[in-house]
């Protein structure tokens, strides 16, 4: 969660439209960022890697949450 609100506080004084969503039932936290009225998810770290059964890092870099495409139109929310 820390690396999604250090997120947030980045992008909003960078002048980003930026968002931190707290999920208290994943309990997990992410960022929104929209750019040309599109939202875009961006996840630090789900796609880092994960925790094995030895409660051990191991590293899977991916970038399937990062810059994520929201579907819907944003541009109608505000």
Do not use: E, P
């Not at 051990?56 to 970038?63: G, L």
């Not at 495409?69 to 929310?77: L, P």
């Amino acid at each position: 969660m820390d690396y999604a609100l250090l997120f947030h506080y980045v992008a909003t004084a960078s002048g980003l439209d930026a968002y931190y969503i707290n999920d208290q039932t994943l309990c997990h936290a992410y960022n929104l960022v929209v750019i040309d009225d599109i939202c875009y998810i961006i996840d630090t770290t789900w796609d880092a890697g994960m925790l094995n059964q030895y409660d051990r890092f191991v590293y899977r870099f991916s970038k399937k949450w990062f810059l994520h495409r929201v579907k819907d139109n944003w541009s109608d929310r505000k």
